[in-house]
Nanobody, 116 residues
Framework: QVQLVESGGGLVQAGGSLRLSCVAS????????QAWYRQVPGKARELVAK???????TYADSLKGRFIISRDTTKNTVYLTMNNLIHEDTAVYYC??????????WGQGTQVTVSL
């Protein structure tokens, strides 16, 4: 069982930056894949960035260069650093983990609002 707790969301002006954090409970953090997704009302949840157990990183094409995913295995924490935010980045951001056994877990989400 993995529990994911996100933090770091909030209101930011366009052009600003935020760093989201997601702390994972349980063991085997470094053996699992972690990812960030986001969702706006009326739309499907979309992948923002992913980091695998082998530290292979992928991003949504539209976000490359502005968003950075990283993790600290000593703290069981995955981060999403978001730079040069635009209004269209407004969404609820969710932390996701897929364990090496194939089980998938989600955090409760954290709201990010980018003002015009």
């Amino acid at each position: 069982q993995v529990q994911l707790v996100e933090s770091g969301g909030g209101l930011v002006q366009a052009g600003g930056s935020l760093r989201l954090s997601c702390v994972a409970s349980g063991s085997h953090f470094s053996r699992n894949d972690q990812a960030w997704y986001r969702q706006v009302p009326g739309k499907a949840r979309e992948l923002v960035a992913k980091i695998t157990s082998r530290s292979i990183v992928t991003y949504a094409d539209s976000l490359k260069g502005r968003f950075i995913i990283s993790r600290d295995t000593t703290k069981n924490t995955v981060y999403l650093t978001m730079n040069n935010l635009i209004h269209e980045d407004t969404a609820v951001y969710y932390c996701n983990s897929v364990t090496y056994r194939g089980n998938e877990y989600w955090g409760q989400g954290t709201q990010v609002t980018v003002s015009l």
